[in-house]
């Protein structure tokens, strides 16, 4: 088993090596001029400010060589300071948040990991046990009312759903609200009286006391974390069910019965163990695209996530801050991928022997 993760740690670097290459050479499709436009925010932008912008960011220099600033970093020609570089933790400057790329991803990710937490929770819980039971109730009023659900959730726009649960619970009832806290509680939290230990406003907010806190953070929370648990329940329950359907009619289960096994134990110990491989592989990498940012339901409900800044990024056209929620959004996939790997192998011991 070591020696399984000790490989799969060796290849890691070559793949965030093939990552970074492939996410700098997408935005390298534009020509010189074009990219250069990018960066000014003037209209009409006039061809000495396009001159300009190439010969000071290096924007006609071969790929390679602009692919090696951008990891290491360059000398400024105004400034004569050392500017940029992926390994100097250095991804340039944000003009939608207004700071350094690197800090508006860090001070933006602690809301979006909270959301994507409490929305994986009941997702897990929900899917796997509905997924379950309709396989194990092949073809019975639940397994029809399971697939019925599936389909609908999986069919059903995100951004539709998130829009008439803004209509519904917030225009016309009044019960949530967008955002991530109410304006007189988003002043308490940055008062001296409130330390944020994980800033975590859930967690935070208990670990002070302050329960009114708690109880504001969660109605916010409630309409996006709905609106996800709608795809990603139907999602989970459709490959829970049809893993399931699968190993049911392996020959090792026919086996397990012949010898008279309790069907519990037939269903717990042989037929769930294996379903669950394909499961956890989608589990990990929804968590991960969750903690990149769900674009579309941070922006339509307001939440101060990096999906919502990535979506504004892209509306301004801020590159610098494109690139760096593609590469962070990209390292989440591939650290989700390697444990994916690590538990696959815990699972099923051909796995690592291969």
Do not use: C
Request: aromatic fraction near 10%; charged fraction near 15%.
């Amino acid at each position: 088993m070591t020696a399984y993760i000790i490989r799969r740690l060796l290849i890691l670097p070559i793949i965030l090596i093939g990552v970074t290459i492939l996410i700098f050479a997408m935005l390298n499709v534009l020509g010189p001029v074009e990219r250069s436009a990018l960066y000014i925010k003037d209209i009409p932008k006039t061809e000495q400010q396009l001159a300009g912008v190439i010969q000071r960011y290096g924007l006609d220099d071969p790929f390679f060589v602009q692919y090696a600033r951008w990891i290491i970093g360059h000398e400024d020609p105004e400034t004569g300071q050392r500017v940029g570089g992926l390994l100097r933790g250095d991804l340039g400057y944000s003009r939608t948040g207004r700071e350094p790329v690197v800090e508006a991803l860090i001070r933006r990710l602690p809301a979006t990991v909270e959301l994507a937490l409490w929305a994986m929770i009941p997702v897990i819980g929900f899917g796997i046990w509905l997924g379950a039971k309709a396989a194990l109730n092949h073809n019975k009023p639940f397994d029809q009312f399971a697939r019925v659900l599936a389909i609908l959730g999986w069919s059903f726009p995100t951004f539709v759903f998130a829009l008439l649960m803004l209509l519904v619970f917030y225009a016309r009832l009044d019960w949530f609200q967008p955002g991530q806290l109410s304006t007189e509680f988003s002043q308490e939290v940055i008062k001296p009286g409130f330390t944020q230990y994980t800033h975590l406003m859930t967690v935070d907010s208990l670990l002070n006391l302050r329960f009114d806190i708690f109880l504001d953070s969660l109605r916010h929370l409630i309409m996006p974390v709905t609106t996800l648990m709608v795809v990603e329940v139907a999602l989970l329950l459709k490959i829970t069910r049809s893993s399931m359907l699968e190993e049911m009619r392996q020959d090792y289960v026919t086996t397990a019965r012949a010898k008279g096994l309790p069907e519990k134990m037939v269903v717990n110990r042989h037929i769930r163990r294996n379903a669950l491989i394909p499961v956890i592989t989608v589990s990990g990498l929804t968590l991960a695209g969750l903690m990149g940012g769900v674009v579309i339901t941070e922006t339509v409900f307001d939440y101060p996530g990096i999906g919502s800044w990535a979506a504004a990024a892209a509306v301004s056209l801020d590159v610098l801050s494109m690139l760096g929620y593609a590469l962070f959004t990209a390292v989440l996939l591939v650290i989700a991928n390697l444990i994916v790997d690590v538990l696959y192998a815990v699972l099923d011991p051909r796995v690592r022997l291969s």
